[in-house]
C-alpha cells in the first residue's frame, strides 16, 4: 500500500516558489510502518497517473483555487482502486462536493497533523469513514515537516508556520473562520528546530507562512487595559511576549538567512516589534493594502489599515527598518471608481514597497463576502457550462469570468483590463529598475532583482484570474523557462554542522 499525497495544479513551472508544507507535514504525519509517502507537487510536474495502483491511499489537498484539478486526480485514481482521501482548506468547506465529484472516500475537515495516522490505519483495514474532524491543532502539537523528502534544487524558499489563525475579521477572507480567530502560536524549540534543519540544507530563503505574524497589536493591549478585569489583557501580554521569544531565536540564526512573512500594517507602529523582526532576519513582509481609501477599507472590514497620507507613512516605516513590503491590492470594492487604479499605483509607488499584487474581489468560500454575493443571487443563479456561478470553482478555466461581484459603476471587463494594466505598468521595465536601484547596491543584485520581480509577474499576474488563457500559457511558458536561473539566485550553502549561536 503505498501512500501518496499530491498538490494538484493546472500549471506546472518545473520550479516551484514556495514549499507546499501541507505535503511535508502530512509526510511526518504518516507512521513509518507504511513506508516513505510519494510526494507529488503539480506547481511542479504533472502526476504521472499510472504510478497509482490498486489498494494505495491518494491523499489530496485542495483550496479552492486548485480543488477542480484535485477532483480530476481524485476520480482517475478511484478508478485505478486506490483510497481517495481529501483534505485542506476546500475539502474542509465543502467536504461533500470532494465526495460526489471528485471520488473522495473519505474527507478531512481542519488541521491533519492527528487525524492522518487514523485515515491510513482504516483504509489499510477496509474501515474507512466518510468523514474525519482534524479539528484545530494547538500550537504546541502541530507536526514539523519532512524536509529529508524535499526533492533537491527544485524550491526557491522553504515554508515554516509559527502560527495558525488570526484575530481580525476581513470581510474577503476565511482564514479567520477556518483557523480560528485565537492564535495558535508554536513554541520557539520546534520552529527552531525546523529552521536549523532547512538551513542545513541550503535553504537560506524561508517563508514564516503564518495568517498574521502579528497577531496582538499595541490597540489591542490599550483597548484590553481599559476593562476592569485584566485577564484578557494578560492573555495578549503572554502572546505578545512569545513572539518576541520567538523573534529572539530567530535572531541566533546566520546572518544571511531571509525570512519572509504575511502582516497587518498596524505593526508598522510598533517600533520595537519592527526592530526584533530586523534583528531576527524577517526582510519581507506581505501586507494587505487592499484599498487606499477610508470607505473601500470599511466595506471590507478591515478599518484597522490606514489611508491616504498616513498609509504612505506606515508601509515606510517597514522599509525604514530594513523590511521590504509585499503590498496586496483589491480592485473592484464596491467604492472603487475608474480613476481608484491610477490612485493605487500612485501609492504603490510612492510608499515605496518593494513587490505588489493587484487581485480583484473574489467571493472564496467560506467569507463573509461569499455569503452575502451567494445570498444576493438567490435560488436560481446563472449557470454556465451547466455549473451555477455560486460554484465558480467547478466552471472549465476557459469559461470561468473574471469578475464575480456586480461593480456599481464599472463593467467587469474594465475591472479586468485596468487591473492587468496596472500590473503591467508597476512591473515594466523602467519601474522596476527604479526599485531594483533604491533597493539594491550591487549591479549583479539590481540584475537579481529584476529577474525575480519579471517572474513573479509571470507566476502571479499572468497566471491568475485577470488573466485570458492565451496569456497564461505564454507565460507558464517563459515562467519555466526563467525559474531555473531564478532559483539558483536564492539557493544557499548546505551547513550540515550549523548549531544556532
Ligand atoms: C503561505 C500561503 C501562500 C503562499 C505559499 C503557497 C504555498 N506554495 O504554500 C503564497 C503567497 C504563494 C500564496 C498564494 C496564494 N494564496 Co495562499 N496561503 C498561504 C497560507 C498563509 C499558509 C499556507 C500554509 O502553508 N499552511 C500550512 C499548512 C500545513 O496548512 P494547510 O495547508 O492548511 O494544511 C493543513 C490542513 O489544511 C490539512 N490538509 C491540507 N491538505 C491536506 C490533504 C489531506 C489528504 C489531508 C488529510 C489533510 C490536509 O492538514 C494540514 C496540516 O494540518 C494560507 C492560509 C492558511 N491558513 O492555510 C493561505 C491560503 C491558502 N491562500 C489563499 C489564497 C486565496 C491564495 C491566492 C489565490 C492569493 C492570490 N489572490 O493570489 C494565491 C494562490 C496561489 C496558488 N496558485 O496556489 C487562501 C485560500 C482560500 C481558499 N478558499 O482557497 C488562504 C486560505 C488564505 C486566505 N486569505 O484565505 N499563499
Ligand atoms: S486578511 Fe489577513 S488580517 Fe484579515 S482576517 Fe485574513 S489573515 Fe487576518
Redesign the pocket.
Known amino acids: 500500500m503505498t501512500i501518496h ?1 499530491v498538490n494538484p495544479s493546472h500549471v506546472s513551472f518545473g520550479i ?7 505535503l511535508y ?2 509526510a511526518s504525519a504518516t507512521p513509518t510502518s507504511y513506508g516513505v509517502p510519494v510526494l507529488v507537487d503539480e506547481t511542479l510536474e504533472t502526476l504521472d497517473a499510472a504510478t497509482i495502483l490498486a489498494g494505495d491511499v491518494v ?3 485542495i ?4 480543488a477542480l484539478r484535485g477532483y480530476e486526480i481524485g476520480t482517475a485514481a478511484r478508478r485505478a482502486g486506490a483510497w481517495v ?6 475539502a ?1 468547506l465543502y467536504p461533500d462536493e470532494a465526495r460526489n465529484l471528485g471520488g473522495a472516500h473519505a474527507v ?1 475537515t481542519g ?3 492527528h487525524v ?1 495516522a487514523e ?1 491510513l490505519r482504516d483504509c489499510a483495514g477496509g474501515t474507512v469513514r466518510p468523514h474525519y474532524a ?1 479539528g484545530q ?1 494547538e500550537g504546541a502539537d502541530f507536526l514539523p515537516a519532512r524536509w529529508d523528502l524535499l526533492p533537491e534544487g527544485k524550491y526557491m524558499w522553504a ?1 515554516v ?1 509559527t502560527l ?1 489563525g488570526c484575530p481580525k475579521h476581513c470581510s474577503f ?3 479567520w473562520r477556518t ?1 480560528g480567530q485565537r492564535p495558535r502560536q508554536r513554541g520557539p524549540k520546534t520552529v527552531i528546530e525546523e529552521l536549523l534543519d532547512l538551513r542545513r540544507r541550503g535553504f537560506r530563503f524561508i ?1 514564516l ?1 503564518d ?1 498574521n505574524f502579528y497577531p496582538v497589536t499595541l490597540e489591542d493591549l490599550r483597548m484590553a487595559a481599559r476593562r476592569e478585569d485584566k485577564s484578557h489583557l494578560r492573555q495578549l501580554e503572554v502572546i505578545r511576549a512569545e513572539r518576541f521569544a520567538l523573534m529572539e531565536q530567530l535572531a541566533r540564526l546566520p546572518d544571511d538567512t531571509v525570512f519572509f512573512t ?1 502582516i497587518t500594517m498596524e505593526a508598522a507602529e510598533d517600533q520595537e516589534f519592527l526592530r526584533a523582526m530586523k534583528k531576527a532576519h524577517i526582510k519581507g513582509a ?1 501586507v494587505g493594502v487592499e484599498s487606499v481609501t477610508e470607505e473601500g477599507l470599511k466595506s471590507i472590514y478591515k478599518n484597522f489599515n490606514e489611508s491616504g497620507e498616513n498609509l504612505v507613512q506606515r508601509l515606510q516605516a517597514f522599509r525604514d527598518q530594513g523590511v521590504h513590503v509585499l503590498g496586496s491590492f483589491i480592485f473592484g470594492l464596491p467604492g472603487d471608481r475608474p480613476d481608484s487604479f491610477d490612485a493605487t499605483l500612485r501609492v504603490a509607488e510612492q510608499s515605496g514597497i518593494t513587490f505588489a ?1 493587484f ?1 480583484m474581489l473574489t467571493p ?3 467569507t463573509l463576502d461569499f455569503a452575502a454575493w451567494e445570498k444576493s443571487l438567490g435560488d436560481n443563479p446563472e449557470h454556465i457550462g451547466g455549473i451555477p456561478l455560486t460554484r465558480h470553482w467547478l466552471i472549465p478555466q476557459t469559461l470561468r469570468p473574471k469578475v464575480y461581484i456586480d461593480h456599481p459603476v464599472m463593467s467587469a471587463e474594465q475591472i479586468r483590463s485596468q487591473t492587468q494594466d496596472v500590473w503591467d505598468r508597476f512591473y515594466s521595465l523602467p519601474s522596476i529598475w527604479t526599485r531594483a536601484t533604491a533597493s539594491c547596491v550591487s549591479f549583479k543584485a539590481r540584475f537579481a532583482f529584476l529577474l525575480i520581480s519579471k517572474l513573479y509577474r509571470q507566476m ?1 499576474a499572468n497566471t ?1 484570474i485577470a488573466t485570458d488563457s492565451a496569456r497564461v500559457n505564454r507565460s507558464a511558458r517563459w515562467a519555466r523557462w526563467m525559474a531555473r536561473p531564478c532559483r539558483r539566485l536564492f539557493a544557499g550553502r548546505p551547513m550540515p554542522d550549523l548549531q544556532l549561536r
Open positions: 499525497l516551484g516558489v514556495i514549499t507546499p508544507r501541507w507535514v502530512l491523499g489530496i489537498g483550496h479552492t483555487g486548485n482521501v481529501y483534505g485542506g482548506i476546500h474542509t478531512v488541521d491533519g497533523d492522518w485515515v482534524g491543532v515554508s508556520q495558525r477572507c476565511s482564514v483557523d517563508a507562512a495568517d504575511q506581505l499584487q487581485v472564496f468560500p467560506g502571479y491568475g
